[in-house]
T-cell receptor, first 118, second 114 residues
Framework: NAGVMQNPRHLVRRRGQEARLRCSPM?????VYWYRQLPEEGLKFMVY????????ESGMPKERFSAEFPKEGPSILRIQQVVRGDSAAYFC????????????????FGEGSRLTVL | TQLLEQSPQFLSIQEGENLTVYCNSS?????LQWYRQEPGEGPVLLVT?????EVKKLKRLTFQFGDARKDSSLHITAAQPGDTGLYLC??????????????FGKGTLLTVNP
């Protein structure tokens, strides 16, 4: 059973370009979460999506960042007009049901996409 | 402000030694998770603790959740080189619908030398 698949693993962009990061959740998982790990920082929540719905985007920067999880295909995190401060590792996680409650659902993380902005 | 403080930040020990790493906060968490992350990889969940005072064991790893659910510790007995990695604690503050919004510490980077 394949795990969470993220691609590309490494992406280099120049300032002003667009970055698209893809995430395919584990088979049978319908909940996707994106986290960002900045250098010297802990992982920070960005957005939670279900198929065709953004459930919680409270951690997303207000501008240039967007996420989607279409009915078919992977979830995509899109960063427009990238700046050097966007350089980070972006992790996607999935779960089979909402992660919450005393029987917390496990979040399965992908290997991450490392974005470098020149 | 870092909600979850992990200590020590770095730890280098010899194979066979015991160690404890800590995760502290002034905030109360509904649950707390420990992950291990290797270079270039994503975090892998080790354990979830949800009850104050709870102790869970995973082979040579012992996890404890503080009585007040503000802190946690991870103790490793007879460490092995395979235990090398970044140990992350992550807390969830809402026992309702938003337990996916984990707050992560910066981690303890453990190196076990043969």
């Amino acid at each position: 059973n394949a795990g969470v698949m993220q691609n590309p693993r490494h992406l280099v962009r120049r300032r002003g370009q667009e970055a698209r990061l893809r995430c395919s959740p584990m088979k049978g998982h319908s909940h996707v979460y994106w986290y960002r790990q900045l250098p010297e920082e802990g992982l920070k929540f960005m957005v939670y999506l279900q198929k065709e719905n953004i459930i919680d985007e409270s951690g997303m920067p207000k501008e240039r960042f967007s996420a989607e999880f279409p009915k078919e295909g992977p979830s995509i995190l899109r960063i427009q007009q990238v700046v050097r401060g966007d350089s980070a590792a972006y992790f996607c996680a999935s779960s089979p049901r909402l992660a919450g409650g005393p029987t917390t659902g496990e979040l399965f993380f992908g290997e991450g996409s490392r974005l470098t902005v020149l | 402000t870092q909600l979850l403080e992990q200590s020590p930040q770095f730890l280098s020990i010899q194979e066979g030694e015991n160690l404890t790493v800590y995760c502290n906060s002034s905030s109360v968490f509904s649950s707390l998770q420990w992950y291990r992350q290797e270079p270039g990889e994503g975090p892998v969940l080790l354990v979830t603790v949800v009850t104050g005072g709870e102790v869970k064991k995973l082979k040579r790893l012992t996890f404890q959740f503080g009585d007040a659910r503000k802190d946690s510790s991870l103790h490793i007995t007879a460490a092995q080189p395979g235990d090398t990695g970044l140990y992350l604690c992550a807390g969830a503050m809402d026992s309702g619908g938003s337990n996916y919004k984990l707050t992560f510490g910066k981690g303890t980077l453990l190196t076990v030398n043969p």
